[in-house]
């Protein structure tokens, strides 16, 4: 995949996870390829354009994984970049706190990712469907969906860290009021990406402050 090349970076193309796809995006329309969207600036409320450019996957080698927070805004996560070893362009890739399926997806496979090769993300829309294999619906009555995350290594998907018969040593825990909380099972995954970083990355997983302009806030 090669992203549409913007003028202030030459060789780093900055992607998100939005609307179950992976999305570049931009304040102004580059080609036919690129789609009018409104949102809304969380800050602001303010009603603006912008310009989606939406891709199926990204591939290449990991050279970087940190922790970001973006100055001023509430938008943290973990930002991984690829690069593609013919190119030589690097993917700039956003695991969100806000988007909770592609974050929780990244922690939970990260341990069995083999930071020393090629790494494939594909991103796509996933019919959301109940426990007896109904579709769920919109309210309007189209079918719903939700973000699907697939990371592959050699052909091959990397597989959850844990599972039933290789369980988490920290489990999620029912509350009093009967719901389920995550979140010192998620710290708990969020120690491990630490470690990863140190040992991969030579680097303390301290929040950085993100390079982005707010073309590319998650919004």
């Known amino acids: 995949m090669l992203a549409q090349r913007q003028e ?3 060789n780093k193309f900055y992607l998100s996870i939005r609307n179950n796809r992976l999305v570049q995006s931009s304040k102004e329309k580059v080609d036919l390829e690129w789609v009018e969207v409104k949102v809304v600036n969380p800050a602001t409320k303010e009603e603006i354009t912008k310009y ?19 100055e001023g805004t509430p938008f943290s996560g973990y930002r991984l970049e690829l690069q593609d070893e013919e190119s030589g362009e690097i993917y700039n890739i956003d695991f969100a706190t806000s ?13 069995n990712i083999d930071w020393n090769q090629n790494l ?3 991103v796509f829309p996933s019919a959301v469907k109940t426990k007896e294999g109904e579709m769920v619906k919109n309210a309007d009555g189209s079918q719903k969906y939700e973000t699907a995350v697939v ?15 290789n369980p988490c040593p920290v489990q999620p825990k029912k509350t009093k009021g009967g719901k389920w909380s995550f979140d010192d099972y998620n710290d708990y995954l969020m120690e491990r990406v630490s470690e990863i970083i ?13 390079e982005h302009d707010s073309s590319d806030l998650p919004f």
């Open 99 to 111: 988007a909770y399926k592609a974050m929780n997806k990244f922690l939970t496979v990260a341990e």
């Open 52 to 70: 989606y450019k939406y891709y199926d996957s990204a591939e290449g080698k990991p050279i970087n994984l940190e922790w970001y927070s973006k």
């Open 120 to 122: 494939k993300l594909v």
């Open 8 to 10: 202030k970076s030459q």
């Open 198 to 210: 140190a040992t991969n990355f030579n680097k303390e997983s301290e929040p950085v402050t993100a």
């Open 151 to 165: 990371f592959y290594q050699d052909g091959e998907v990397v597989k959850r860290r844990y599972t039933n018969e």
